[in-house]
């Protein structure tokens, strides 16, 4: 690996960036590993080697002469190198002394008021000195989805992964410009025949599709995000309820093949002739993951994903506001958003659940599907308890406003009943606070054990001898 970013607190990204853009220059270098590439563009057949002085290639390749591995690694080295870029986006190289750093310490006219320095680092750099840290984050996304002869799921990774960025910089309409390319990289996999399976002005997926792609799922969940993250809230939510409908129509995985020996059921002879054959035998290179084009089928991680889904549903509900057609009255308003509140937390509650449930009896070697709940289970907890808290404050502040105006005299005589009823309501919160605290220890304790494993199953240092 050449960038672990939980081994410590800081992560050196400009070192990172440094060697995937050395690795790059080697996959492309005709002289070492680039042997047979050519520019994707018809009009433009040279492959183009040094055209930075990074070198590497700007352009997107065509990689129809190299195997499934090459490419595979090939795909890898350029998410990494685009992930670096996000990282950097906001640093500057001084050339006189080839060290990085943020922008904000730059001396300059584009900086008229640099922060300082930390003690006992670096003079800060000047202007005059100073070139950008890296290309671009588009740089490297672009050129992931131009080249030819990736996967429809790498593509739509780089495609959700630049959208991503594109929403987290701000630029909400490219962003969404983005997220609609990967749905259309999706559906453009889809099987001759297989129609009106989305539409495309909307997203939804439709009632009627009978051949949904885990591509699908994928493009369309983060379109569904996007809207959310935008508060389109009324374009999110319809999404979502299309993605778990069609989910929950997926077929159940086929019966495994009953597991082969371990080592604990073989002879002290079988143990040692098959540790001699893992030296002299070179392990064979990772089987391709899957394209995404399939139909998934509903695994521990599938049943994961959409209480992920769940989740989602949950917050739009607890945050939306009156969508009434028509003008209503307070008190209305007031009734139709407690009936979200309580339906948004009837969501959130399924989806930890079912998370905790599956990721307790999920297989130990299943590392996608324990990461995914993970991911789900954690966010759903945390989404859980602040909604309990925001409601419960919302309570007390009813209460308290009743009894100011009330007055502690007139309490039992005047609308005395209405303040009850909302101390009672007051009293059913703090004692869900109670639980969803209690059920946040729990979970906490499995979320704790389960990165430990983590940890366990994540080999150290050269070859995993060295921690």
Not at 217 to 229: D, G, M, P, Q
Not at 251 to 260: F, Q, Y
Not at 344 to 360: F, K, N, P, Q
């Amino acid at each position: 690996m050449l960038e672990d970013p939980e081994a410590s607190e800081i992560t050196d990204w400009p070192q990172i960036a440094n060697n995937y853009w050395v690795l790059l220059s080697r996959l492309e270098d005709q002289s070492f590993d680039g042997q047979g590439l050519q520019s994707a563009l018809e009009d433009d057949r040279v492959f183009v080697v040094g055209i930075n002085a990074l070198g590497f290639s700007r352009k997107g390749l065509d990689l129809s002469t190299k195997t499934e591995e090459w490419r595979r690694g090939y795909h890898t080295a350029l998410m990494k190198a685009a992930l670096s870029a996000e990282h950097l986006t906001e640093c500057v190289r001084d050339t006189t002394r080839n060290i990085t750093f943020p922008k904000e310490y730059m001396i300059g006219p584009s900086n008229p008021r640099p922060k300082p320095v930390p003690l006992e680092s670096y003079a800060a750099p000047l202007e005059e000195n100073c070139v950008p840290a890296s290309e671009t984050p588009q740089t490297f996304y672009t050129k992931l989805l131009t080249t030819t002869g990736f996967s429809t799921g790498q593509r739509l990774d780089a495609a959700l992964a630049y959208a991503d960025w594109l929403d987290f910089k701000g630029l909400r309409d490219t962003a969404e410009e983005v997220y609609d390319w990967g749905l259309d990289i999706a559906m453009g996999a889809l099987p001759m025949g297989v129609n009106n399976t989305v539409d495309i002005q909307t997203g939804i997926i439709s009632s009627n599709a009978t051949y949904v792609s885990q591509n699908i799922f994928r493009a369309t969940t983060a379109l569904a995000i996007h809207y959310a993250r935008s508060n389109d809230l009324s374009a999110a939510l319809p999404i979502f309820l299309s993605v778990l409908r069609s989910r929950k129509q997926l077929s159940l995985p086929p019966i495994p093949e009953p597991p082969a020996a371990t080592d604990s059921e073989l002879s002290n002879w079988q143990i040692i002739v098959s540790w001699m054959k893992k030296i002299v035998i070179s392990s064979p290179y990772p089987p391709p993951p899957p394209t995404g084009d399939e139909v998934p089928v509903r695994t521990h991680k599938a049943i994961c994903e959409e209480a992920a889904v769940m989740a989602h549903v949950g917050e739009i509900l607890f945050a939306s506001p009156n969508f009434a057609d028509k003008p209503a009255s307070r008190a209305t308003k007031s009734q139709d958003t407690s009936r979200k509140q309580q339906s948004g937390l009837s969501w959130t509650r399924d989806a930890v659940d079912i998370s905790e449930s599956t990721l307790t009896s999920m297989d130990q070697d299943d590392i996608d599907g324990r990461q995914t709940c993970t991911e789900c289970l954690e966010t759903g907890i945390n989404n859980w308890s602040k909604m309990v808290r925001r409601v419960l404050k919302e309570q007390q502040d009813v209460v308290d406003t009743k009894e100011e105006r009330l007055g502690n005299g007139k309490r039992w005589f005047w609308g005395g009943e209405s303040i009850q009823e909302e101390e009672e309501e007051e009293g059913r919160w703090e004692r869900e606070l109670q639980l969803v605290d209690s059920r946040m220890s729990t979970v906490q304790r499995l979320l704790e054990r389960e990165a430990n494993a983590k940890k366990q199953r994540t080999p150290g240092g050269i070859f995993g001898f060295f921690g």
